[in-house]
């Protein structure tokens, strides 16, 4: 099975963020990320916990498994066993992230979701981030609102940040880390077709950059064939990430 496409590099780049994670709960936030969590369940990760959403644990297909009533959902949240993939309206190059408002938050010219369960959210457990449509209107400077808590905030109340961790960020052109010195953004892969001046360019901030990106790592047939078949068989997120050209695969 061959011709994977951009999408479903990023179903595998969401999927990764939960290798080697054990029994925690995986909260996947919009459908590339929820495809990405039921595919490590299926593959790589089977010991992740998934949810309904309500009041259940649930398999890859949805069948009930347990029960998880909303103060053990809680206990898990500010124990750090909990792996959130959220969404990000804006995001800064330490991490932090606005889904509440655009402009001055006293008077904004745009009101968005709100803070929600943002500052919780990064507090006391891993957070990643997934964004569909890569560009500086989402990868600025300064976010111009602080919902999830980044690195350099982190660091100055570290007795509060305790479970403080962003493993990834991933976009429609590659996947983002911190792993570097001030904990600012890293490029850490590029889905196939993409460049680094591409990044570069829909980045509002100074990216690090290594001498080496590596492509993000392919679907595997039997990936594919589980995203295409059993996961996403309507092809839903090929209109989340649109891609007229399939990306073919490098391997064999």
């Avoid at 994977?4 to 595998?12: G, L, S």
């Avoid at 009930?64 to 959130?84: A, C």
């Avoid at 507090?123 to 602080?146: A, G």
Wanted: proline share 8%; aromatic share 6%.
């Amino acid at each position: 099975m061959s011709g994977a496409t951009r999408a479903d590099y990023c179903v595998i780049a969401c999927a990764e963020a939960w290798r080697g994670a054990g029994e925690i709960l995986a909260s996947p936030m919009g459908l590339i990320p929820s495809v990405g969590a039921r595919l490590a369940r299926l593959t790589f990760a089977p010991e992740l916990l998934l949810t309904d959403g309500e009041a259940m644990l649930v398999g890859p297909d949805g069948t009930p498994e347990g029960w998880l009533p909303y103060r053990r959902h809680l206990t898990l949240v500010t124990g750090g066993r909990r792996h959130v993939m959220m969404g990000a309206s804006q995001i800064d190059r330490h991490g932090n992230q606005n889904i509440s408002c655009i402009g001055d938050w006293a008077r904004p010219s745009r009101q968005l979701l709100g803070v929600r369960g943002a500052p919780v959210n990064t507090l006391n457990n891993p957070v990643s981030y997934w964004i569909p449509r890569h560009s500086r209107r989402v990868f600025v400077e300064k976010v111009d609102m602080v919902c999830g808590v980044g690195y350099d905030r982190a660091a100055e109340h570290p007795g509060t940040a305790r479970f403080h961790r962003i493993p990834r960020v991933v976009s429609d052109l590659g996947v983002f880390d911190f792993a570097t010195p001030d904990r600012s953004m890293r490029l850490a892969s590029l889905h196939p077709g993409v460049t680094i001046e591409r990044v570069k360019e829909a980045t509002g901030f100074e990216l690090t950059v290594p001498e080496e990106v590596p492509h993000t790592r392919e679907p595997t047939p039997e990936e594919l064939r589980l995203i295409r078949e059993v996961l996403d068989p309507g092809g839903a997120r090929e209109r989340e990430v649109p891609a007229p050209v399939a990306v073919q695969r490098t391997g064999s």
